[in-house]
């Protein structure tokens, strides 16, 4: 297990050509794996010349990227070691072994070196943070205990995990419990108490409540809410991601489609019930929406073409799509 020690943090020059270097790396280990996969062998078993004859460089080259690679990795890991403590923290006395934690925080943090690109302009941290999180967040789920969720935590949890996405996408950090109460007009104690909630396994079946009969569906619409407890997680993911979709559109247009879609409440709501909350007019309502989605499908098959040709996952392909559809 990696463990935390006091390791100087990088700048931000060094983050960039440490990250660099990692996608190089990576790069050069997917040729390889490429020849293996024709093959049908083990990337291990690929000898060095024929990897650098695939990737066009010379022998001595390639071992010289490899070497800066695995260093450039192992400094950006070591250098955040201290963050996934810090955020292993927070999800302590949920059933799990602090040092589990870190040890499945630290998965995160390699997975996040692994993928980081620093030509989208955020710093590392803020990029890690949101994998080590995600890492973290799925060994309680998979690990702890069903609990009890009172009532009102159970309508509620949907709207701050919402509030808490959205605001990471503007501020670009994690919010805190204050931002998250303001935006909710809540209370801090009662969005830390729903916050709590958010990362423990619940399930449909999840009792709420003091009756005996009474469960989590039963608050919550059936297109807001996760089949399993192993897919609390992957809600979240999928949350954001929406979000990460619905950016590439014009803000009156996005607003359209969340509300015509009912994507923030499962309420879908008419042309005029739109039109009534943007004040608009109905037909302005139905133009916007026609264009949202038109624009929609080209993202969509944007997307595909680029997670089928060049293998990039949903967030790496949205940093390379333009938002000048028409």
């Known amino acids: 297990m990696l463990q935390s020690r006091r390791s100087q943090l990088l700048t931000p020059e060094e983050e960039i050509r440490f990250s660099q270097q990692v996608q190089e790396g990576e790069r050069l280990y997917k040729i390889r794996k490429q020849i293996a996969d024709k093959r049908k062998v083990d ?29 450039a990795k192992r400094r950006l890991i070591e250098s955040n070691l201290r963050l996934v403590v810090s955020i292993a923290k ?22 996040a070196v692994e993928k980081f690109d620093p030509e989208r302009g955020f710093r ?52 805190t419990d204050e931002e998250i ?14 916050r709590r909630a958010a990362v423990e396994p619940i399930s449909i079946e ?10 989590l569906g039963e608050f919550i619409p059936s297109s807001d809410i996760v089949p399993t407890p192993e897919d609390v997680t992957e809600r979240l993911i999928l949350r954001e991601q929406i979000d ?16 015509r879609f009912g994507l923030d409440d499962g309420h879908q709501r008419t042309l005029e019930e ?9 037909e302005r309502v139905r133009q916007l929406e026609l264009r949202a989605l038109r624009k929609l499908r080209q ?25 000048d559809f028409q």
């Open 43 to 71: 990337p291990e078993s690929i000898s060095e010349e024929d990897w650098a004859k695939a990737a066009n460089l010379p022998a001595w080259e390639l071992a010289v990227r490899i070497q800066e690679a695995e260093e």
């Open 90 to 111: 927070r999800y302590a006395s949920r059933g799990i072994s602090l040092a589990d934690l870190i040890q499945e925080g630290n998965l995160g943090l390699i997975r």
């Open 124 to 175: 590392f941290s803020t990029y890690a943070t949101w994998w080590i999180r995600r890492a973290i967040a799925r060994a309680v789920i998979n690990n702890s205990r069903t609990i009890r969720i009172p009532v009102y935590v159970a309508e509620l949890i949907n709207k701050v995990i919402k509030t808490e996405l959205r605001l990471q996408q503007i501020l670009q950090r994690e919010p």
């Open 181 to 194: 109460a303001a935006e909710t007009k809540m209370s801090v104690e009662r969005v830390r108490e729903i």
């Open 206 to 215: 999840s009792p709420v409540g003091e009756r005996d009969n009474a469960t």
């Open 244 to 259: 990460m979709i619905l950016e590439k559109l014009q803000p009156r247009e996005r607003d359209v489609v969340r509300l």
């Open 274 to 282: 739109v039109g009534a909350e943007l004040k608009i007019t109905r």
């Open 299 to 323: 993202i969509g098959e944007r997307i595909e073409d680029l997670r089928r040709n060049q293998g990039l996952e949903l967030e790496d392909a949205l940093a390379l799509i333009d938002t």
